[in-house]
């Protein structure tokens, strides 16, 4: 893999957590104005579908969507939309840096699905990373010692849990074009976000309505910009860049809502963030060693 494309999938995915983080901000900031949660996640979808098709247009083109994997995408569709309730919840329960800094722990249930549902083999190290990851989570919820909603710290864990698990079921569409999952999971998903949304109908002053569309907008540029990254570079040269989000969750809870991170967030997000990078550079190490042993074999 050539150095070009690994630059091209790194800034890719800057600017993915750029647009994510955005989005996160638009999320709080709506629902500090009186959107509900099915109004954010409604105009989430929503919103993102133009962004969607005009990348599909200008790129591989409307037959690029015919799929012969249907229910594969609803399961995708099925499991990222409960994923986005968590992980909006969060970002409304929590400040922005904390609900950020959870996010971290996305490598670390990618560990426990792997070892508990996929029977993959895990090593001490990757089991002490894992530990370790945990010593970190405790260390900004610190349980007792602070006035972190443990619901919305547990919400925030959830919504890394369901991460974890798009990533897996993603692995049985590998085959399918980046933009085509994008689109599955925009359009299978709007019907059951739109049923909550009909009964939370309210009127907003035209800032707000102008928030709920950015953050489709944001959604979807930070989400075509996150799965093109994945196609140019291997996951072990982008995962480090999505730390940067925590960068960008603290200037936005600092400029819009006047919020800077915990003590207990700044001691514990460095455990955390060492504790995944060590898990994806572990990854990436035995993947290289097994490529090796099959190449010898041959």
Do not use: N
């Not at 996010?103 to 249930?109: A, D, E």
């Not at 919305?152 to 569409?173: D, K, Y």
């Not at 002053?205 to 140019?232: F, H, M």
């Amino acid at each position: 893999m050539s150095d070009d494309r690994v630059l091209k999938g790194i800034g890719l995915r800057l600017i993915a957590i750029f647009f994510l983080s955005t989005m996160s901000a638009f999320v709080k900031l709506a629902e500090s104005r009186g959107a509900t949660l099915s109004e954010t996640m409604f105009f989430r979808q929503l919103c993102a579908l133009p962004v969607v098709l005009a990348f599909v247009l200008a790129g591989p083109g409307l037959a690029s969507l015919r799929t012969t994997r249907l229910k594969g995408h609803a399961k995708r569709a099925m499991v990222g939309l409960v994923g986005m309730v968590f992980t909006f919840g969060a970002v409304m329960l929590l400040p922005l840096a904390e609900a950020t800094t959870f996010q971290f722990t996305v490598p670390i249930f990618a560990t426990l699905l792997g070892a508990l549902v996929l029977g993959e083999k895990t090593g001490v190290q990757r089991w002490a990373a894992v530990l370790v990851g945990f010593a970190g989570v405790l260390l900004v919820v610190r349980p007792g010692a602070s006035d972190m909603s443990l619901f919305g710290a547990g919400v925030g864990l959830m919504a890394a849990m369901f991460v974890a698990i798009v990533a897996i079921v993603l692995r049985q569409l590998r085959d399918e074009p980046a933009t085509t999952t994008v689109f599955y999971f925009t359009v299978l998903t709007l019907p059951f976000i739109a049923v909550p949304y009909a009964f939370h109908l309210k009127m907003h002053d035209p800032l707000t309505w102008v928030v709920l569309v950015s953050i489709g907008l944001a959604g979807g540029l930070g989400q075509l910009a996150l799965t093109g990254a994945s196609r140019l570079a291997p996951v072990a040269a982008v995962v480090p860049m999505d730390y940067s989000g925590l960068i960008w969750a603290t200037i936005y809870g600092w400029l819009i809502f006047g919020v800077l991170p915990t003590a207990g967030t700044w001691l514990g997000a460095p455990v955390i963030i060492a504790s995944g990078l060590f898990i994806v550079w572990r990854e990436q190490r035995l993947g290289k060693q097994q490529t090796s042993s099959a190449a010898a074999e041959d």
